[in-house]
């Protein structure tokens, strides 16, 4: 077999790898290696990536000069110190004279960098506009421009037709030929802990839709609203726990197997609220489908944490593209119907939404979100470089960090009140008044705690709308004037939204929070009885 034969170039332009007879190992020029890590220390200090245009290369010579004099003034102060800690007084005055000089070359390189990153931009211009003619997307990682293609049927077609083995409600184990540990002598099925049967007065062997049945019946019998004694409040929410395992099937195949123990990691929300989530916003389904916050009371502990993440992007994958689809067709009735006609029906819908509990907030929401989008949209793709889209961009940004805000408060303040029950609760030598006053104490709490829960929900519904607006505006199942007629229609339909909400706002006494919870739960009492009835 020959050797490698020696490939090593006599004239190593640009840092070109050579190799020995004895060893297949590359070399590299210094010289190359030395402005490699010259320009990377650039890199890092400044801004120095391909502007898309004219407009990102002024953006990008901006940060460097802010880069610059931010650098170089702390050089001024911090090198005089770390040199007088090193090397006493004469290490200070050197400190001060190379501080001195990075005050001045460090600012002075930046301004080289931005007029560099400026005239790149005005140089990218033309092709930016030839590039967004063609329809093409550019990649803010990679730096370059790239033909994109997405089709929401496709999409649909794609994802709403595969069948999730994880969602499977079967919970038939006599059928499972390899679990004889769930049968006793005479052919029964046995678990480890029968406690949650006994709490929802069901047998071991109960289907997932008996249970849930079972559940409802028992939790409208002992709710809160119905039953202010201590002890009905107590054993509603044993039957919410009871649910909360027995109503999953993974949760109650580990219940089944270990008992008590498989729920100690197990995480439960409030009784009443997982109630009025899971039976009370159904009506505003198509508007902002099933909650990330119901994904994860379903799906968390009962898998390995990456297995949890999988299977909540991909149920948040299949919601963005069964919203999509209603929102495209909300937009065809308008687009391709008689437009009076339809804005009669629609604003009837939207008014009967209102008038669900919590409808007014959150379709104020997605109202908000559905015009911002929109008008994100037509601003990035119409305006002059884009200038109006980024405003839109940056309301949608301010809106987010407010919300956020207002959940990081409200969290304090939950996480405040539970402290001060709970020590409460530890009391061993509690009385009666004592109880009363913690019971109190937790009912007052209640409009903090479902604020909290709310603006969570919003902050998802924020989200899961950007995605949801995005898939129907970047369809090329359609062409670009019908892209383009979408967006303008739904600020149309958006601005409608918004009127509507904002007369039932000031014609209807809004309930305090409190009240609207209580309000939630009375309704979704209602609907669970015109569906089991």
């Known amino acids: 077999m020959d050797e490698p034969k020696n490939v090593s170039n006599s004239s190593n332009f640009g840092g070109e790898a050579s190799y020995d007879n004895n060893q297949i190992v590359p070399k590299y020029n210094n010289n190359y290696e030395t402005e490699k890590e010259e320009k990377n220390l650039i890199s890092n200090i400044f801004s120095t990536r391909r502007p898309k245009h004219a407009g990102a290369g002024l953006v990008s010579g901006i940060k460097s000069v802010t880069k610059g004099i931010i650098v170089g003034t702390s050089f001024l102060f911090i090198s005089p110190y770390l040199c007088a800690k090193a090397e006493g007084i004469n290490g200070?005055?050197?400190?001060?004279?190379?501080?001195?000089?990075?005050?001045?070359?460090?600012?002075?390189?930046?301004?080289?960098?931005?007029?560099?990153?400026?005239?790149?931009?005005?140089?990218?211009?033309?092709?930016?506009?030839?590039?967004?003619?063609?329809?093409?997307?550019?990649?803010?990682?990679?730096?370059e421009w790239y033909d994109f293609y997405y089709n929401l049927d496709e999409e649909a077609?794609?994802?709403?037709?595969?069948?999730?083995?994880?969602?499977?409600?079967?919970?038939?184990?006599?059928?499972?030929?390899?679990?004889?540990?769930?049968?006793?002598?005479?052919?029964?099925?046995?678990?480890k802990n029968d406690e949650f049967y006994r709490i929802l007065k069901v047998p071991t062997d109960a289907s997932q839709n008996e249970i849930k049945r079972q559940y409802y019946k028992l939790a409208?019998?002992?709710?809160?609203?119905?039953?202010?004694?201590?002890?009905?409040?107590?054993?509603?929410?044993?039957?919410?726990?009871?649910?909360?395992?027995l109503g999953d099937v993974e949760r109650r195949r580990r219940y089944d197997k270990e008992g008590k123990n498989a729920i100690n990691n197990m995480q439960f929300i409030d009784s009443t609220?997982?109630?009025?989530?899971?039976?009370?916003?159904?009506?505003?389904?198509?508007?902002?489908?099933?909650?990330?916050?119901?994904?994860?009371?379903?799906?968390?502990?009962?898998?390995?944490?990456?297995?949890?993440?999988?299977?909540?992007?991909?149920?948040?994958?299949?919601?963005?593209?069964?919203?999509?689809?209603?929102?495209?067709?909300?937009?065809?009735n308008y687009i391709f119907g008689d437009p009076?006609?339809?804005?009669?029906?629609?604003?009837?819908?939207?008014?009967?939404?209102?008038?669900?509990?919590?409808?007014?907030?959150?379709?104020?929401?997605?109202?908000?979100?559905?015009?911002?989008?929109?008008?994100?949209?037509?601003?990035e793709k119409y305006s002059l470089f884009g200038i109006s889209g980024k405003?839109?961009?940056?309301?949608?940004?301010?809106?987010?960090?407010?919300?956020?805000?207002?959940?990081?408060?409200?969290?304090?303040k939950t996480s405040s009140l539970a402290n001060q029950i709970?020590?409460?609760?530890?009391?061993?030598?509690?009385?009666?008044?004592?109880?009363?006053k913690v019971n109190k104490k937790i009912e007052d709490s209640l409009p903090?705690?479902?604020?909290?829960?709310?603006?969570?929900?919003?902050?998802?519904?924020?989200?899961?709308?950007?995605?949801?607006?995005?898939?129907?505006?970047?369809?090329?199942?359609?062409?670009?004037?019908?892209?383009?007629?979408?967006a303008e229609t739904l600020i149309i339909l958006a601005k409608i939204m918004k009127k509507i909400i904002y007369d039932f706002k000031k014609n209807t006494e809004i309930m305090d929070t409190k009240k609207l919870f209580e309000d939630a739960c009375m309704r979704a009492c209602q609907k669970q009885d015109d569906d089991y009835i």
């Open 92 to 143: 200070f005055f050197k400190g001060m004279f190379f501080g001195l000089l990075s005050a001045i070359i460090i600012p002075v390189v930046s301004l080289g960098v931005a007029s560099y990153q400026i005239g790149r931009g005005i140089m990218n211009t033309p092709e930016s506009i030839t590039q967004k003619a063609l329809g093409k997307i550019w990649d803010d990682e990679k730096r």
């Open 157 to 191: 077609n794609e994802l709403l037709n595969i069948t999730d083995d994880n969602k499977n409600n079967k919970y038939d184990r006599k059928k499972d030929t390899n679990n004889d540990e769930y049968y006793n002598k005479n052919g029964n099925i046995k678990v």
């Open 220 to 245: 409208k019998e002992f709710h809160p609203d119905k039953c202010s004694d201590l002890k009905a409040k107590e054993q509603f929410q044993k039957i919410g726990e009871a649910y909360q395992v």
């Open 273 to 332: 609220f997982f109630f009025t989530l899971l039976f009370g916003s159904e009506k505003l389904d198509p508007y902002i489908g099933k909650l990330r916050m119901v994904m994860y009371v379903e799906y968390e502990q009962l898998y390995k944490d990456e297995d949890v993440q999988r299977l909540i992007i991909k149920e948040q994958n299949k919601r963005e593209v069964q919203l999509a689809l209603h929102l495209r067709d909300m937009i065809n």
């Open 340 to 379: 009076d006609d339809y804005i009669i029906k629609f604003s009837q819908q939207i008014k009967e939404l209102c008038q669900t509990s919590f409808g007014h907030i959150i379709l104020e929401n997605v109202a908000w979100s559905y015009e911002n989008c929109a008008n994100q949209f037509l601003g």
């Open 391 to 412: 405003y839109y961009k940056m309301q949608q940004k301010k809106r987010v960090i407010g919300t956020g805000f207002k959940f990081v408060k409200t969290l304090i």
């Open 422 to 436: 709970r020590k409460k609760e530890d009391d061993d030598d509690i009385s009666y008044e004592k109880t009363a």
């Open 448 to 486: 903090t705690i479902v604020e909290t829960m709310l603006n969570i929900c919003l902050i998802d519904i924020d989200q899961t709308i950007k995605g949801v607006c995005k898939k129907v505006f970047t369809d090329m199942g359609v062409d670009e004037n019908m892209r383009k007629t979408r």
